[in-house]
T-cell receptor, first 116, second 107 residues
Framework: DAGVIQSPRHEVTEMGQEVTLRCKPI?????LFWYRQTMMRGLELLIY????????DSGMPEDRFSAKMPNASFSTLKIQPSEPRDSAVYFC??????????????FGPGTRLTVL | RKEVEQDPGPFNVPEGATVAFNCTYS??????FFWYRQDCRKEPKLLMS???SGNEDGRFTAQLNRASQYISLLIRDSKLSDSATYLC????????FGQGTELSVKP
């Protein structure tokens, strides 16, 4: 079975450009999470969805960040405009209600974003 | 104060050594606790849950002390393949990850 799929795997862009990160969760999973990982701050939850509805976006750093989940098999995280401090690895993860109780989340391979 | 705190390490140990990682959490209402493992430049993966009574999975033993808000992970007979970053995770609704403890097992 395919795991969580993220694209692109690497993105290098210039400050001020729009960046769109994409995620396909595992089929049948009803929770989807977006995380950001940096050396300084570790792994931080940005936003999560349940049944395509955003539940908690308190981790979204500012209005430059937005996330959507138009259907059960696709989500995007957009940064506009991007800044050098947005450079990080962005992970998408998915799980089911039952597995969530057991702390299980399945992470994608991540998108390594560099903003110059 | 961070919600979940870990010693970042790195812990450099020889093969066969026993190594212990500690973690503290600030929210006494936290419900569940886990250890995740993250290999270099890879995604985190669930290693094991942590129960108040303590639990073992092969060479790995996890313990929870709710009164002290303290979690531990013990690795016995460490292998080269155990080299990774170990993330302490606390659940109170969503998962809160510690920054991780890096382990390097040397031949």
């Amino acid at each position: 079975d395919a795991g969580v799929i993220q694209s692109p795997r690497h993105e290098v862009t210039e400050m001020g450009q729009e960046v769109t990160l994409r995620c396909k969760p595992i089929s049948g999973h009803d929770y989807l999470f977006w995380y950001r990982q940096t050396m300084m701050r570790g792994l931080e939850l940005l936003i999560y969805f349940n049944n395509n509805v955003p539940i908690d976006d308190s981790g979204m750093p500012e209005d430059r960040f937005s996330a959507k989940m138009p259907n059960a098999s696709f989500s995007t995280l957009k940064i506009q405009p991007s800044e050098p401090r947005d450079s990080a690895v962005y992970f998408c993860a998915s799980t089911t209600s039952g597995m969530a109780l057991g702390g299980t989340q399945y992470f994608g391979p991540g998108t390594r974003l560099t903003v110059l | 104060r961070k919600e979940v705190e870990q010693d970042p390490g790195p812990f450099n140990v020889p093969e066969g050594a026993t190594v212990a990682f500690n973690c503290t959490y600030s929210n006494s209402a936290s419900q569940s606790f886990f250890w995740y493992r993250q290999d270099c430049r890879k995604e985190p993966k669930l290693l094991m849950s942590v129960y108040s009574s303590g639990n073992e999975d092969g060479r790995f033993t996890a313990q929870l002390n709710r009164a002290s808000q303290y979690i531990s992970l013990l690795i016995r007979d460490s292998k080269l393949s155990d080299s990774a970053t170990y993330l302490c995770v606390v659940q109170g609704g969503k998962l809160i990850f510690g920054q991780g403890t890096e382990l390097s097992v040397k031949p």
